[in-house]
T-cell receptor, first 115, second 111 residues
Framework: GAGVSQSPSNKVTEKGKDVELRCDPI?????LYWYRQRLGQGLEFLIY????????KSGLPSDRFSAERTGESVSTLTIQRTQQEDSAVYLC?????????????FGSGTRLTVV | DAKTTQPTSMDCAEGRAANLPCNHS???????VYWYRQIHSQGPQYIIH???NNETNEMASLIITEDRKSSTLILPHATLRDTAVYYC????????????FGDGTTLTVKP
């Protein structure tokens, strides 16, 4: 597609429920990144996929968070047993390659509110 | 990745050049300097990046000092639509997937 697409754009969920967030990267982009942005704060790295290599999960804050990506296509970020501190905007970005000479294209994010 | 330091906020008059500084005194030779901006309620937008040389594109210019310890993003003729948070980050191939975005500089363009 023309840009990075994320769905849903907004999600309100009850504490303790599981949620699944989706990211469609730009076609041909091999690298995909998830970030979290709490209100008024900067971006916090969560996880990174590059092609068929094992993902870098070092930024996931707890074992309630997981993410998958099939090949170079769609990625899903799953948060189990949501807590109020999970409320944030979850941003996905893709890049032509993982190398540092390629910039990111971000989606518009999913605003998650846990009540 | 090298840490970056940016002023918390800046103002600029509409039509004037906006010069946003970034300090990255611990940058290594193979780290790129990137600038992104985030307009309220949107995802960050790529602006420009460079390694050693100054760079210019349709959006902005990037001036990197000779010792690479700091850089300046220049928006030549700021408009009200340029009001945003501007992030300066550094990236290296070995850790390219873990770019850290700090709090950035909130630029307010005033009429």
């Amino acid at each position: 597609g023309a840009g990075v697409s994320q769905s849903p754009s907004n999600k309100v969920t009850e504490k303790g429920k599981d949620v699944e967030l989706r990211c469609d990267p730009i076609s041909g982009h091999t690298a995909l990144y998830w970030y979290r942005q709490r209100l008024g704060q900067g971006l916090e790295f969560l996880i990174y996929f590059q092609g068929n290599s094992a993902p870098d999960k070092s930024g996931l804050p707890s074992d309630r968070f997981s993410a998958e990506r099939t090949g170079e296509s769609v990625s899903t970020l799953t948060i189990q047993r949501t807590q109020q501190e999970d409320s944030a905007v979850y941003l996905c970005a893709s890049s032509l390659d993982w190398l540092a000479n390629y910039g990111y294209t971000f989606g518009s994010g999913t605003r998650l509110t846990v009540v | 990745d090298a840490k970056t330091t940016q002023p918390t906020s800046m103002d600029c008059a509409e039509g004037r050049a906006a010069n946003l500084p970034c300090n990255h005194s611990t940058i290594s030779g193979n780290e790129y300097v990137y600038w992104y901006r985030q307009i309220h309620s949107q995802g960050p937008q790529y602006i420009i990046h460079g390694l050693k040389n100054n760079e210019t594109n349709e959006m902005a210019s990037l001036i990197i000092t000779e010792d690479r310890k700091s850089s300046t993003l220049i928006l030549p003729h700021a408009t009200l639509r340029d009001t945003a948070v501007y992030y300066c980050i550094v990236r290296v191939d070995t850790n390219a997937g873990k770019s850290t975005f700090g709090d950035g500089t909130t630029l307010t363009v005033k009429p």
